[in-house]
T-cell receptor, first 110, second 113 residues
């Protein structure tokens, strides 16, 4: 049902590398979100966007950055990955009060 | 601020058992309430929702009733199946209909044959 895609599905990378997690949706939704999911399953909102050229920090402070140049695309970037960034990252878009989630990117930083 | 507290897991049940996962919330105003489900290796999916007091959300045999007097939105299913094994998240959105949801910590359910 959901037309929201995240790549890569899994990423293992060394400390200090720059990475970009991709998120795209084909539903034309203006609002998009990035959540970080810790091993205990809890979800934390780290970024959101209400439309093109709109980005806001979420409830949990994150060293990552996001951009929203096109409606369908909401990439997340870490300039210098660290082991503390190891986590599951979930992208979502919304229509009304309903969120649509991608399958997530499991990031492991060695 | 708004918050959601849900029953800690993990929960392990046998097939056809009755399921209850408790969820209570703290919020100003009249939030909308949701249950999301995350199957292994997947993102979250909306399971059901309720937007005002006494509303009952239902889907796939799951039900939850918005109880303002007890600030609760407990998830129930009369007879679980192995395919219901997943992590369940209770969530709320604020009165203004913002799609910035506040999630509970999740409850992992395992159903054994």
């Amino acid at each position: 049902e959901a037309d929201i895609y995240q790549t890569p599905r899994y990423l293992v990378i060394g400390t200090g590398k720059k990475i970009t997690l991709e998120c795209s949706q084909t539903m034309g939704h203006d609002k998009m979100y990035w959540y970080q999911q810790d091993p205990g399953m809890e979800l934390h909102l780290i970024h959101y966007s209400y439309g093109v050229n709109s980005t806001e920090k979420g409830d949990l402070s994150s060293e990552s950055t996001v951009s929203r140049i096109r409606t369908e695309h909401f990439p997340l970037t870490l300039e210098s990955a660290r082991p503390s960034h190891t986590s599951q990252y979930l992208c979502a878009s919304s229509e009304g009060v309903k969120l649509f989630f991608g399958s997530g990117t499991q990031l492991s930083v060695l | 601020g708004n918050s959601v507290t849900q029953m800690e897991g993990p929960v392990t049940l046998s097939e056809e058992a009755f399921l209850t996962i408790n969820c209570t919330y703290t919020a100003t105003g009249y939030p909308s309430l949701f249950w999301y489900v995350q199957y292994p290796g997947e993102g979250l999916q909306l399971l059901l929702k309720a937007t005002k007091a006494d509303d009952k959300g239902s889907n796939k045999g799951f039900e939850a009733t918005y109880r303002k007097e007890t600030t609760s939105f407990h998830l129930e299913k009369g007879s679980v199946q192995v395919s219901d094994s997943a992590v369940y998240f209770c969530a709320l959105s604020d009165q203004g209909g913002s799609e910035k949801l506040v999630f509970g910590k999740g409850t992992k359910l395992t159903v054994n044959p």
